[in-house]
């Protein structure tokens, strides 16, 4: 019996995937359990298994392709089997979908730019065009123009500009102008402000000439931004910081960079998270409607940076385990993590998120709730600071916790109890260690 293959929904917040590559062909047998494709989610990249066996008779989605959840992809039957009645369920690709619906919005762009004319008899133009005219002085009743129906476009107003070197103040719209004074803070990107050039820039191209790059959503950027506008938008975050006194935790983190097993902050902010979370299980929770869920285990998710976004993979039941085995669990995930191997059940679940962005020298900032976890801790940068000691001032090693919460679910002092006690397990981190020697 024929057997359809579809784009499976392999998380909750899946809603497409991408076909990376398919590792069978038409006409190759196959069995039940046999990989069929790589399929990247929003998460990683991950295998396609074959629900039955027979001969792989159709690929319907070429690698590459983005594709709803649910869609069909592909057919397994028997060699002389009709698998027709199947073909006629071959839904669109979600990537055609998109570009026809891009393409349909440029359309309404050019419906709404379309000419207006605001004086009887003045030639129409785009708003654009209006602007620039306004800008130079230029009236639009003495321009030609070669745009469709006699519509004014931007080169139309070449001939009335003046040239840029004729005016310190007369330089056209365009990539000359950006070049001169700069673009806004909303028109500079990250390349600009490293002194790179604008990103599609075309050099040699005439003043008006100013174009941007378009870079696609990655599946992985689709997913923060859907997740993080439907946390960000209902969840009441309020948010507390304290400051740490970090210079038995570095003690530790120094000493330990010789061992085979070697600590870092994380580890250290995690085992520490884990037990104030065992005396405060109130922040251990979830929003659930009309109720609220107190979680027994202690899952830990802490946020991983890639190129295209970040994943939250997750230390499972850090509230029985040791500092060591933390440390050793958290190395994993983070390199499955960055090779994109992680399995669904990795990073999904957490009761507690940590974020931490000390190693890019932030002193502090704030971090988004995900759900179903009621509570974000972001973590900066150790940093010696003068501090206070015996009434004189010394050098200290300082860090600052941010903690997010969700005030359906943790009141201000429920917070604060608990980043009180945070603190106090990192300034005083020796029993996280197991006991040196033995009898």
């Known amino acids: 019996m024929a057997s359809r293959v579809i784009m499976p929904k392999l998380t909750d917040s899946m809603e497409e995937g991408v076909v ?29 298994e074959a629900f039955a066996s027979g001969t792989l008779r159709k690929i319907l989605v070429p690698e590459g392709t983005t594709v709803r959840s649910g869609a069909l992809i592909g057919v397994i039957a028997e060699p002389d089997e009709d698998i027709q009645g199947l073909l006629k369920e071959t839904p669109e690709p979600a990537k055609k979908a998109a570009a026809e619906k891009e393409e349909a919005v440029k359309e309404e762009a050019v419906k709404e730019e379309a000419s207006v004319s605001t004086e009887e008899g003045e030639a129409t133009a785009s708003p654009r065009v209006r602007t620039l005219a306004r800008q130079h002085g230029i009236d639009l009743k003495k321009v030609k123009g070669s745009g469709p129906s006699g519509r004014i476009v931007e080169r139309d107003l070449e001939p009335f500009l003046p040239s840029a070197g004729s005016s310190p103040g007369a330089v056209p719209i365009g990539r000359d102008q950006i070049k001169q004074h700069g673009p806004t803070p909303a028109q500079e990107t990250p390349a600009q402000a490293a002194g790179g050039k604008i990103a599609g820039e075309k050099v040699g191209e005439g003043p008006l000439s100013a174009e941007v790059e378009e870079v696609p959503l990655s599946q992985i950027r689709k ?16 948010y507390i910081t304290s400051e740490v006194d970090m210079g038995e935790a570095m003690r530790i983190v120094e000493e330990s960079k010789s061992s085979r097993s070697p600590i870092s902050i994380n580890h250290l902010v995690i085992t520490a998270s884990a037990r104030a979370l065992r005396l405060h299980s109130g922040i251990n929770a979830s929003f659930a409607g009309d109720k609220i869920r107190v979680w027994s285990r202690i899952d830990i998710g802490i946020a991983v940076a890639l190129e295209d976004g970040l994943i939250v993979p997750v230390v499972r039941d850090c509230g029985s385990k040791s500092l060591t085995e933390i440390a050793e669990e958290e190395r994993a995930l983070v390199q499955r993590t ?12 957490a009761t507690f998120l940590i974020s931490n962005l000390g190693m890019y020298d932030v002193e502090n900032f704030i971090a988004v709730i995900l759900p179903p976890a009621a509570a974000a801790l972001a973590v900066g940068s150790v940093r010696d600071v003068p501090v206070v000691r015996n009434e004189r001032v010394d050098v200290g090693r300082r860090m600052k916790l941010t903690l ?22 990192l300034e005083h981190p020796l029993p996280f260690l197991p006991p040196q020697g033995g009898g």
Not at 20 to 48: C, F, H, N, P, Y
């Open 20 to 48: 990376v590559k398919w590792r069978k062909q038409e006409g190759d047998r196959v069995e039940s359990g046999d990989v069929l494709a790589e399929i990247e989610t929003d998460k990683a990249v991950m295998d396609l």
């Open 338 to 349: 960055r090779n994109r191997e992680l399995k669904p059940e990795e990073y999904t679940g």
């Open 404 to 425: 997010s919460c969700d005030h359906r679910v943790i009141d201000g002092v429920a917070g604060a109890k608990f980043l009180q006690t945070l603190k106090q397990e």
């Open 223 to 238: 997913a923060i931004a859907r997740i993080t506008t439907q946390s960000k938008a209902p969840i009441p975050h309020f």
